[in-house]
């Protein structure tokens, strides 16, 4: 690559409370920021026009209708692809990540510039023990998918996206667009041998925080997802077992 160029992406819908925080506690990276706006309420709006005002790293990309997570991810990182940006830092508007981990993620993203950088959540007590064990039965069906143990979590939306390889798949198939775009888009990079690097990094849950993940629906798509990518790996099965092999004695 023949340059790093990195910026951050943070989807947002409805956290008014808590961008500004976000946005503040990147200021230290001094890089563009995309926040996509997918079609949040009029406080929301208010909140990003004065924090693009105050910020000319800032820029605000709305979207006319909700579209779900995944949707607002893939305007973003498509929108810094357009805009000859070379990786993507995407992290939550919901203030859960420890920000000062993002240097680490850039660095290894900047180190390694063909690799997809995922979070590694470690969770405290105030994590939701149904967050956690549904944690737990995603990383079965992941590895089954990809012959692996190489991808630690695919849940976390604190991630670096080598763009190239993002724009490459989003133009193949089309995206899930809520919550499973993120376990979707990490095992289809894998499927194209898009390098991962795992890193730990803390998750805090806050008591009457906000969150988008609604549990029926999100769920009964996580499924849905799962059945997708598990038939995608059984036509797939010779290939990754020869990737497997060569990967763990190479």
């Known amino acids: 690559m023949a340059e790093f160029r990195p910026c951050v992406v943070i989807p947002i819908y409805n956290h008014e409370d808590t961008i500004a925080g976000v946005v503040e506690s990147l200021n230290y990276l001094k890089i563009p920021v995309l926040i996509v706006d997918d079609a ?29 997570k995944g949707a607002a991810v893939s305007t973003g990182l498509l929108a810094a692809y357009q805009k000859g940006f070379s990786h993507s830092l995407q992290i939550d508007a919901d203030g859960q990540h420890f920000t000062e981990d993002a240097a680490k993620f850039l660095e290894a993203a900047k180190n390694q510039p063909d690799a997809l950088v995922l979070g590694k959540p470690i969770f405290d007590k105030s994590a939701p023990k149904s ?17 692996s143990f190489e991808i630690k979590d695919t849940l976390c939306g604190f991630r670096v996206y080598p763009l190239q390889a993002f724009h490459n798949i989003s133009t193949q198939v089309s995206l899930r667009e809520r919550m499973d775009f993120d376990p979707e888009i990490a095992v289809r990079m894998y499927w194209e ?32 997802l799962h059945v997708s990518l598990l038939l995608g790996a059984l036509w797939r099965s010779l290939r990754l077992i020869r990737n497997a092999v060569k990967r763990n004695f190479s």
Request: cysteine-free; charged content about 20%; glycine content about 6%.
């Open 193 to 224: 041998d898009v390098p991962v690097i795992n890193i730990e990094t803390p998750v805090r849950y806050f008591a009457g925080g906000l969150s988008n993940f609604h549990f029926t629906r999100d769920n009964s798509l996580m499924i849905s």
């Open 131 to 147: 967050r956690i064990y549904g944690r737990k039965i995603t990383h079965i069906f992941v590895w089954i998918e990809t012959v």
């Open 40 to 68: 949040s309420n009029p406080a929301t709006k208010n909140t990003l026009a004065e924090l693009a005002q105050n910020n000319s790293t800032v820029e605000i990309l709305t979207r006319s209708e909700n579209g779900g």
